[in-house]
């Protein structure tokens, strides 16, 4: 397994461009050193990027983000479906194929919106719940929960400065596990989890 899914701390930053027709992530360690990025496999429609601009609207539709260590070695596909109440997340299928889709390789697990935004759960492949995600009032802290109620990581939402916030797509998040006792599918879902939550709550401040 990559340190991405082992690292104790993470920060997760969007680009800050005013213009962004194509939604990234860029995933740090502590010191600042870039260890994952997570982009669209696709641009964005012009007019479609637009609309996400305008105030309380969130991107519709279907969105499929690949997620490549520092080498750009493929490790997650990550579907978000257009309701924004469940993500995908796969192994990247081999593409040594042509007749093999390099983004249809195997489910590893979900993240499922439940009653409101604030609340999702996590499952497994087979559709078994392994935990739950529970974000406050202002939907900046999201407290992640085993089976058990144990606290297990916290995904917190920064500050990222009043002209990023009002002007650009530059969300940024930290990522803290608080215990190395998790499944490696627990481990990749809460590395996606800041990616997610933006998908389906922030990322209607890409404007043109």
Request: aromatic share 4%; proline share 4%; net charge negative.
């Amino acid at each position: 397994m990559t340190e991405l899914f082992t690292l104790p701390i993470l920060r997760v930053e969007q680009p800050r461009k005013v213009v962004a027709t194509r939604t990234r992530y860029d995933f740090f360690d502590e010191r600042g050193t870039l260890v994952a990025t997570a982009a669209d496999v696709n641009e964005r429609p012009r007019r479609v990027a637009l609309r996400a601009a305008l105030p309380g609207n969130v991107l519709a539709g279907d969105q499929v983000l690949l997620l490549t260590d520092a080498d750009e070695t493929p490790l997650l596909v990550i579907e978000k479906h257009a309701s924004n109440r469940r993500t995908v997340v796969r192994r990247p299928g081999d593409d040594s194929s042509e007749e093999t889709d390099p983004f249809e390789g195997e489910i590893i697990g979900t993240i499922d919106a439940v009653r409101t935004t604030r609340h999702h759960v996590l499952k497994d492949a087979e559709g078994t719940k392994i935990g739950e995600v529970t974000g406050d009032l202002a939907l900046k802290r999201f407290a992640v929960t085993d089976t058990e109620s144990r606290h297990v990581a916290q995904v917190n939402k920064r500050w990222a400065g009043l002209r990023a916030e009002l002007l650009t797509n530059a969300d940024r998040y930290t990522v803290e596990r608080l215990t190395n006792r998790l499944s490696d599918t627990f481990r990749a879902l809460i590395v996606v989890l800041p990616v997610v939550l933006d998908l389906t709550l922030y990322e209607s401040k890409d404007i043109l």
